[in-house]
Nanobody, 123 residues
């Protein structure tokens, strides 16, 4: 099990940028696949991006591809989400999640979750 704490959310105008961070506890961080999800007002939680344990492989939802970048620093037990060209539709609570093994990109595949950080994009 790993504990996750997100930070970096806030209010930003459309077209702006934010960088989210997620710090994990424990010494096994480098063995986890890490993901970012988001949940907008009145919406279900949806997949945003994932990164393999080594950082060598990443995958993005079509809605954020080319605008968001996921990365990780295993020495710091941290995963990041760089968000550029933000749109009002990106407004959501953003969650960090961890999985030892991954069968698909649904929330149910991830075993550990942070409490989330709010991102609000104004038009």
């Amino acid at each position: 099990q790993v504990q996750l704490v997100e930070s970096g959310g806030g209010l930003v105008p459309a077209g702006g940028s934010l960088r989210l961070s997620c710090v994990a506890s424990g010494r096994t961080f480098s063995t986890y696949v890490m993901g970012w999800f988001r949940q907008g007002p009145g919406k279900e939680r949806e997949f945003v991006a994932i990164i393999s344990w080594s950082g060598g492989n990443t995958y993005y939802a079509d809605s954020v591809k080319g605008r968001f970048t996921i990365s990780r620093d295993n020495a710091k037990n941290t995963v990041y989400l760089q968000m550029n060209s933000l749109k009002p539709d990106d407004t959501a609570v953003y969650y960090c999640a961890a999985a030892r093994t991954l069968s698909n990109y649904s929330p149910g595949s991830f075993s550990d979750w942070g409490r989330g950080t709010q991102v609000t994009v104004s038009s």
